[in-house]
């Protein structure tokens, strides 16, 4: 069983700053990609960006220049710094990474969520 878990999401005004973290744990042997989404209301879940295991990344046209993904391979957990929050990205915000599990499978697995708020 895999789990990812995020964390440090939060209510931060118009212009601040936030910056998200995602463990995972359980059993498994590596981690590939890494990525965040989020879900704003109404809407469906789109791609942030996302970050190899040879820490190639990828972002959203909505994300360059204001995000940076980054990963800590030893500690297992991920990362979402965000500078110049837009009350636009009001959203859910999920991390996904694909496992290679101990049965040597490769599985995608989603955390629970965290709410990010950006007040104009």
């Known amino acids: 069983q895999v789990h990812l878990v995020e964390s440090g999401g939060g209510l931060v005004q118009a212009g601040g700053s936030l910056r998200l973290s995602c463990a995972a744990s359980?059993?498994?042997?590596?981690?590939?990609?890494m990525g965040w989404y989020r879900q704003a209301p109404g809407e469906q879940r789109e791609l942030v960006a996302r970050?190899?295991?040879?820490?190639?990344?990828v972002y959203a046209d909505s994300a360059k220049g204001r995000f940076t993904i980054s990963r800590e391979n030893a500690e297992n957990t991920g990362y979402l710094q965000m500078n110049s929050l837009k009350p636009e990205d009001t959203a859910v915000y999920y991390c996904?990474?694909?496992?290679?599990?101990?049965?040597?499978?490769?599985?995608?697995?989603w955390g629970q969520g965290t709410l990010v708020t950006v007040s104009s």
């Open positions: 996904n990474a694909e496992v290679l599990t101990i049965a040597k499978r490769f599985l995608t697995v």
């Open positions: 359980g059993s498994f042997f590596s981690i590939n990609g």
């Open positions: 970050i190899t295991n040879g820490d190639s990344t």
